[in-house]
C-alpha cells in the first residue's frame, strides 16, 4: 500500500527550496541574511519531525548511499568542470588559477573559506552549499545516538534529556566555531541537533494541531533567535 504524503511537509520543503536559491542569487543582503538563518534550518526540523529510532548502522548506511555519495560525486564533477572552465569565481572560492584546491575543499567539506581549521597555518576553500549534505549526515547519525539514548527514560523524562542534550549539542557547537572550523561541517551537525529535536518535539505534542500553533511560533522564534545570533 502507497504511504499517503503529508501535503504541508512538501509545501515548506518547496519553500525552503526557493529561499536557497534566493540566498545564492543577487538578493539584498537584508534578504539573504534572514533567509540563511531559516532555510538550512527548516530541513534539519523536518528530519527530526519524520525521522524515528533506527539502528546507527542502519543511519549510516543509508546516509552513505543518499547523502555521501551525492556529495563525493558532486565534487568530482565541479572538480572537473573546475580544470576547463575559462570563469573565474568569488573571491575566496575556486578559481582556474588554483584548481587544486578542489581537492582540499572537498577533503574538508565546509560551506565558507576559514584559516582556522585543524590543519595548522592552512586556507582552507569554501566547497559550497553541498556542505549541507555532510552536515546532515552527521546530524543524522549523532540525532540517532542521542535519540536511542533518551528513549531508555519515560516519555517525559525523555524530552527532557532530549531537550538538554542538544542544548549541549548547540553550545559546543557555536563555542568551537568560534576557534576551529571542524572538517565534513560537523561544527554545523552539532548545531542542527537542536533543530532536529524541535522536529521531533512538534511531532511528539502535536504542535501542528491549530491549538498548539501560538506555541510552535514561539519555539521557533527561539530557535531562530539562537541560530540567528551566531
Not at 19 to 33: E, G, K
Not at 73 to 87: A, D, P
Not at 147 to 152: A, D, G
Not at 198 to 203: D, E, K, N, S, V
Amino acid at each position: 500500500m502507497r504511504k499517503k504524503r503529508i501535503e504541508w511537509i512538501d509545501y515548506v520543503r518547496c519553500i525552503s527550496m526557493v529561499m536557497i536559491i534566493v540566498c545564492h542569487t543577487y538578493a539584498p543582503s537584508f534578504l539573504r541574511n534572514f533567509l540563511f538563518a531559516v532555510n538550512v534550518p527548516v530541513f534539519f526540523v523536518l528530519s527530526g519531525y519524520l525521522t524515528r529510532e533506527k539502528k546507527i548502522t542502519e543511519t549510516m548506511k543509508n546516509g552513505f548511499f543518499t547523502l555521501l555519495i551525492p556529495y563525493i560525486v558532486t565534487v568530482l564533477i565541479m572538480f572537473l568542470i573546475s580544470l576547463i572552465s575559462l570563469q573565474r569565481h568569488v573571491k575566496g572560492m575556486i578559481t582556474t588559477d588554483n584548481w587544486y584546491h578542489y581537492i582540499i575543499a572537498g577533503l574538508y567539506g565546509i560551506g565558507a573559506p576559514t584559516n582556522q581549521s585543524i590543519i595548522p597555518n592552512a586556507n582552507i576553500p569554501a566547497i559550497g552549499a553541498i556542505w549541507f549534505l555532510l552536515a546532515m549526515y552527521f546530524g543524522n547519525v549523532i540525532y540517532q545516538i542521542v535519540l536511542r539514548f533518551s528513549n531508555r527514560f519515560s516519555s517525559n523524562i525523555s524530552s527532557v534529556i532530549l531537550i538538554f542534550l542538544s542544548v549541549v549539542f548547540a553550545i559546543s557547537g557555536f563555542t568551537i566555531s568560534h576557534f576551529v572550523q571542524l572538517p565534513w561541517s560537523i561544527g554545523a551537525a552539532f548545531i542542527s541537533i537542536a533543530f532536529y529535536v524541535a522536529g521531533h518535539l512538534i511531532r511528539k505534542y502535536d504542535f501542528m494541531n491549530i491549538n498548539n500553533q501560538n506555541l510552535l511560533f514561539s519555539l521557533f522564534g527561539l530557535l531562530y533567535m539562537d541560530y540567528s545570533n551566531d
